[in-house]
């Protein structure tokens, strides 16, 4: 299985990824919010993507689904309970499910709202296992709640990020930090948000406190703000 980050180097500093059979040459785009350069990349490696996949509803994770989806004919995967947030969507996963490709391809189904109340991520189990979380979790940071719950966000790191393997490597949906992919390890000791002491700490935090004292990009912390 191989995992390719792409950078968009747009305003909203977007990533979006590709995961490809390493055997087959099968791939599927992870929130390709830039067409061009995801058809252009699976050109380059000789990968046939047959699956476009979506952490959530946010326009800078859909908006390049239609033209990736003409271009390829791949089907989309995204949350069981996306409804008309996420059109055309030909199947919906839940908690537990598995995204499977060619013969090397294995993904487990982690739903993780919060930032979105539909929001999903995968978590690769290998030697070395590794989250593609969207905006869920960002290297030293965690997306916003604009339009999500910082109630659940919390639930969401309590009960399932927190307990996810220490060298999982995290794959965020954005690059608002000084490093592109971090372990979980590495978000334990220096996301301020993994320090935060109880649900209302953490809520204070996201809401109210981090746009106020953190600009991007961000760095790990050594005492926790909460």
């Not at 309590?158 to 592109?180: F, W």
Request: proline share 7%.
């Amino acid at each position: 299985m191989i995992v390719e980050q792409i950078w968009t180097g747009n305003s909203g500093r977007n990533f979006f990824y590709m995961i490809a059979c390493s055997e087959t040459g099968e791939a599927v785009a992870i929130d390709p919010i830039e067409p061009d350069k995801c058809l252009a990349a699976a050109k380059d490696k000789g990968w046939d993507i047959t699956r476009v996949f979506n952490t959530h509803e946010h326009g800078d994770h859909i908006a390049g689904n239609d033209e990736m989806i003409a271009a390829t004919g791949a089907k989309l995967i995204g949350p069981y309970n996306a409804g008309n947030r996420i059109p055309g969507i030909d199947e919906g996963v839940r908690e537990g499910d598995h995204v499977k490709l060619g013969k090397t391809v294995d993904f487990e189904v982690i739903e993780t709202p919060g930032h979105t109340p539909i929001h999903i991520s995968l978590f690769g189990h290998s030697d070395e296992p590794h989250l593609l979380c969207g905006d869920t979790v960002f290297n030293a940071g965690v997306g916003h709640c604009h339009t999500g719950d910082p109630n659940v966000l919390y639930a969401t790191f309590r009960d399932k990020i927190s307990k996810l393997p220490d060298a999982t490597r995290i794959y965020p949906g954005h690059n608002y930090s000084v490093q592109p992919v971090s372990t979980l390890q590495q978000e334990r000791e220096g996301n301020p948000f993994l320090h935060c002491e109880d649900e209302s700490s953490f809520v204070r935090y996201r809401m109210v406190e981090h746009d106020q004292l953190r600009g991007s990009p961000y760095g790990p912390i050594q005492d926790s703000p909460c």
